[in-house]
C-alpha cells in the first residue's frame, strides 16, 4: 500500500512530522509559535485543508490565504502586505506555500479518493486540467476572463511544455514547474516590499502536499526552508 509515494517523493513526510519539524526550527530560531500568524499559498483544493491543524499551534484566527488554483499567489502583494500588517505585534509570520499532487491507494500520479466518493478523482484539478489544454497545442490557448487564474497557470506550464511532456510522468513534472513558480512568485512579492518592512520576523516553508485517499494521513515533501529577520 502507498509504494508509489516513497518512489516518486523519496523525502516526503507525513503532515504531523511536518509540524513536529517545523516547530522544532521554531525553537531554534527564537519564534513563539502563538505568537505567529500563518499563512498559505496553496490551491483552493478542500483536500489541502488537512493543514488547518496547524490553527491549534499557530496565533488564530489562521490562516490568510495567499493562494489561488495550483497554489499560485494569485492575492499578489496587495495580499501580502496585508497579511504581514495582521501579524501580532513583535511577532513573527510563517508562510507555507507550494502545488499539490494526489496519489492514489493503487498509484496512480494526480488521482485521489475523495471522502463520500466512489472512485478517484484528479488532484490537483488545475493542473490536470492545464496539462490537457496544451498537449498538442502549437500555440498558447485563449484565456477567459472569467478562468482568469486557471489561465495564468497554462502560461506557466505552457512555457515548459517541452520537458514537462517528455518526461516520464508529466504531472509531476508539472508540479515541479508549480514549485518552482510559486517559489519564485513569492520569493519577488517579498523582495518587491522589503523595504517595508520592520519589526519582523519570516519562516517560509515551501514543498509538494502529497494528498491521499481521505483515510490516510496526508504528506509534504520539504523544497525550501527559510527565515527571514526584518530588524
Ligand atoms: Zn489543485
Redesign the pocket.
Known sequence: MYNAIPIHFPNAIIISELEDQILDDFKDCGLDPENTLWATSF???EVNNVFHQFNDIFAGPGPFILGG??GLPFAGITGMKAFLSHVPTHGAAIIMYGP?IGVSRDGQLGQVNRHHQFGLST?????VGALSNIEHKEELPTSNPLDYQQARVIQHLYHKRKEIFSDSYPLKKATDVAYDAIHLKLTRILEAIENELTDLKIYLMGGVVINTDWDIENYFEIRNMDFRVYP
Do not use: A, R, T, Y
Open positions: 490551491c483552493s483544493d488554483i495550483s499539490h488532484c490537483c484539478g488545475s493542473l
